[in-house]
């Protein structure tokens, strides 16, 4: 696997990013997290939406503000992307957690989502952010290993109203 860090979402980033975009899109996955369902069609209007979140400016009354990275590899390529939320709502309390985190379809199973997760950890702890809580549906396996493989300490579970189950674990 090659080298891969974390980077802020930037103009300098739109071709590796929509490439990224546009495979996901193209898979028919649901997207993770969140913020790449965002329409990078006018990409200036999405960074700035993205660098908005991050300070609190036009956050939706259920929300919190959280920061995105992207996860790039030394080749040039974005392989993943990561939403941090700065703090937890009763909500992110039972099912979002602190961290989201997706790859992209053809990257996945390589070792870079438990890469991005630690890398991710460094971000939120200076943010203040010590006791951290990171949620994956239950049907993923491969999730429940990545935080597991970051020191991940499974509590309870909280089970959706149609049913879906969300593991819990908090990192310290």
């Not at 997207?31 to 908005?52: G, R």
Request: with cysteine; hydrophobic share 40%; glycine share 8%.
């Amino acid at each position: 696997m090659e080298n891969v860090y974390l980077v802020r979402p930037s103009l300098e980033w739109k071709e590796p990013y929509l490439d990224f975009y546009r495979e996901w899109i193209d898979s028919g996955q649901d997207i993770v997290p969140w913020v790449v369902e965002q329409d990078p069609s006018d990409f200036a209007a999405m960074i700035q939406w993205l660098e908005d979140q991050e300070r609190g400016i036009g956050i939706a009354d259920d929300r919190v503000p959280h920061s995105t990275y992207w996860l790039a590899a030394d080749d040039g390529r974005v392989v993943g992307a990561v939403n941090i939320r700065h703090a937890l709502t009763p909500w992110l309390m039972d099912r979002g957690g602190h961290i989201g985190y997706g790859i992209r379809p053809s990257a996945r199973r390589q070792g870079y989502a438990t890469q991005m997760l630690d890398l991710s950890l460094e971000k939120i702890r200076e943010l203040g952010v010590q006791r951290v809580l990171v949620c994956c549906d239950d049907w993923n396996v491969g999730s429940a290993k990545t935080i597991l493989n970051n020191g991940g300490v499974e509590d309870d579970h909280f089970v959706e109203e149609d049913g879906n189950v969300i593991r819990r674990f908090w990192i310290e």
